[in-house]
């Protein structure tokens, strides 16, 4: 009996201690993993963005200097933990906002470089936030949506102070679109539609393929035991904020767009996510498309559906 109970109590604690290498390679932004010591990871044909991650790096690149050389103003709040967000707006109508919410460990200059042309275009005022744990606001461990949903709402609460009486559309790229999606149903003051770009439906389903992809391994009881770190960490519940109930509870139009390739965010859950939506909804499937590419694998199908929902003609 005794030896029995040892190996339960070795088994459980190596199961532990699995899951909690799971958790801080997702959530901590200090962990070194190989995407960031090898700069050939997310070029190789192995990796979750293929088949058009060289294509996008690329692309991104030659946008990088011009996004620099845009005239943003830095803006600040402070989470509901006490973080210090940073936001950086470029100013236009002061009548049409779009919050622009970045993905999972990228940056604002990856993911809105191109897209922001659109805003542009229109003179739309645009505020670039730089998620918890990223560039330079505060935190260590990554809201991965949920906490980040309540950091989109302290910005949207900011906007309405500077501006009177706005239209403010989000509009996020996989972590970023999850978390735009998760605040279709919060009732924020002035939100007029939201723009979801390949964003993941909850941490439960991305957490379960990830496991399954990257680390080809059954989800329990290894993902339990993630789930398990990251409630008594970090304080976020997998199953806290489901996409396809967000939806069905929202009022606002919402443009659904992803990659019909993509590795890394299951294109099904966007599928999933637009027959849930009781809203006006479109959704967009992009042939030959792998994650967060689909600006640049169609720019004017891209951009013709953001400018019908900025036109309020999303049926």
């Not at 909690?20 to 932004?29: C, K, P, W």
């Not at 006490?82 to 779009?98: A, D, R, S, T």
């Not at 744990?133 to 949920?146: D, I, K, P, V």
């Amino acid at each position: 009996m005794t030896i029995v109970l040892i190996i339960l109590l070795v088994l459980i604690a190596v199961i532990l201690a699995v899951g909690y290498y799971l958790f801080v390679s997702v959530f901590d932004n200090q962990f070194k993993g190989k995407e960031n010591n090898d700069p050939n990871f997310i070029d190789s044909d192995a990796d979750l963005m293929r088949p058009t991650s060289k294509k996008l790096i690329d692309y991104q690149a030659s946008h990088h200097e011009e996004f620099a050389a845009l005239p943003l103003k830095e803006l600040e709040v402070t989470s509901f933990d006490g973080l210090k967000l940073k936001g950086y707006l470029l100013e236009g109508n002061p009548k049409e906002i779009v919050i622009c919410v970045h993905g999972y460990k990228s940056s604002m200059e990856n993911d809105f470089c191109d897209k922001v042309h659109i805003y542009r275009d229109r003179d739309t005022t645009v505020l670039l936030l730089n998620d918890r744990a990223h560039g330079n606001s505060e935190g260590r461990y990554l809201g991965f949506s949920e906490h980040d949903r309540r950091d989109v709402a302290k910005w949207v609460d900011k906007l309405n102070e500077m501006y009177d009486n706005p239209r403010i559309y989000l509009h996020g790229v996989s972590m970023g679109g999850a978390t735009v999606i998760h605040c279709a149903d919060m009732k924020l003051k002035n939100v007029c539609g939201i723009v979801d770009d390949c964003g993941f439906n909850s941490i439960l389903g991305i957490t379960k393929a990830l496991i399954v992809d990257m680390y080809h391994m059954p989800y329990f009881p290894i993902g339990y035991a993630a789930w398990f770190w990251a409630k008594l960490i970090n304080k976020v519940d997998f199953n806290t904020s489901i996409g396809e109930e967000c939806v069905r509870k929202s009022d606002v139009p919402i443009i659904f767009i992803h990659g019909k390739d993509d590795k890394f965010v299951p294109t099904w859950m966007s599928e999933s996510m637009y027959k849930a939506c009781t809203a006006p909804k479109e959704l967009h499937l992009i042939d030959n498309c792998g994650h967060a590419a689909a600006y640049i694998c169609a720019p004017e199908e891209y951009t013709a559906a953001v400018n019908r929902l900025l036109d309020g003609k999303v049926k």
